[in-house]
């Protein structure tokens, strides 16, 4: 269920390759590295069944649809397996909902055609009103992405004490994803996903995938409570309950 994050600005070379090792020796669903180091990221995980996320027009969005296309274009045929994009948020907002499709519609052509899948970041921080998520899933589900995801992790808003925080993936948000995203788009949550605990109750929420710094706490923990076998008491549990 994780996508292990090595995206902060800072990380140097020597930080992917250690966030790499890590996510191999967790064997997570994919590390999710910047792009400019994908090729790296394939070497650094060979022999482990670990895939290669991309991020594209991150975090903020704003890049021209002809350059997410050439960034999504370059990035499959530098070998990632999947790729998490950020919408143009200012589109969003100003509802020109077919500028948002047909951007998104365009990069769907590129990942399908190199079998690819595609998150669509909708930066839930940013757009207060359940209307531009409904759409948001309304469109992603029309033209059949794999996931749609809820934050980037950098979408921070200015406080009324002048300081900057975000809140992530809330139950709110993902429940809202779930219900109006149709049965075959996959739900990613991202920003908030620290502990154990906080990846079961979203999983419960019908969230298949969580974008993580925290991975190795998580699993450890998870070893310490199901004695190294996950499929275990709560995680059998949940899926009674119809999480994914």
């Given at each position: ?6 995206l ?47 991020v ?8 021209t ?15 990632a ?13 100003g509802?020109?909902w077919?500028?948002v499709?047909?951007e998104?519609a ?36 029309k ?18 004490d002048?300081?900057?925080s ?8 993902l429940?809202?994803?779930r219900?109006?995203?149709?049965p075959?788009?996959?739900?990613k949550?991202?920003?908030?996903v620290?502990?154990l ?31 190294g ?16």
């Amino acid at each position: 269920m994780i996508d292990h994050s090595l995206l902060h600005p800072t990380m140097t070379d020597e930080d992917l390759q250690q966030g790499c090792m890590l996510a191999k020796k967790y064997n997570v669903a994919t590390a999710c590295i910047k792009p400019y180091a994908i090729k790296e990221a394939l070497r650094w995980l060979g022999g482990s069944d670990v895939l290669v996320c991309a991020v594209i027009g991150f975090p903020h969005g704003n890049s021209t649809t002809t350059v997410k296309v050439f960034e999504t274009e370059q990035a499959c045929k530098d070998g990632a397996h999947e790729i998490d994009m950020v919408v143009n948020i200012g589109k969003v907002l100003g509802e020109d909902w077919q500028y948002v499709e047909d951007e998104i519609a365009a990069i769907v052509a590129v990942t399908k055609k190199h079998k690819a899948a595609l998150k669509v970041i909708f930066e839930n921080d940013f757009v207060p009103d359940d209307k531009f998520k409904i759409r948001l899933c309304e469109i992603c589900s029309k033209l059949k992405v794999e996931f749609v995801k809820t934050s980037t992790g950098y979408g921070f808003i200015k406080g009324d004490d002048g300081k900057y925080s975000y809140e992530g993936a809330t139950e709110k948000d993902l429940i809202l994803m779930r219900k109006y995203s149709a049965p075959g788009v996959q739900i990613k949550a991202a920003g908030g996903v620290r502990t154990l605990d906080d990846l079961l109750k979203v999983k419960a929420l019908g969230v298949n995938r969580v974008g993580a710094t925290a991975t190795a706490a998580m699993l450890e923990e998870a070893k310490k409570r199901f004695g190294g076998h996950l499929e275990d008491s709560e995680f059998l549990q949940l899926k009674s309950k119809g999480g994914y």
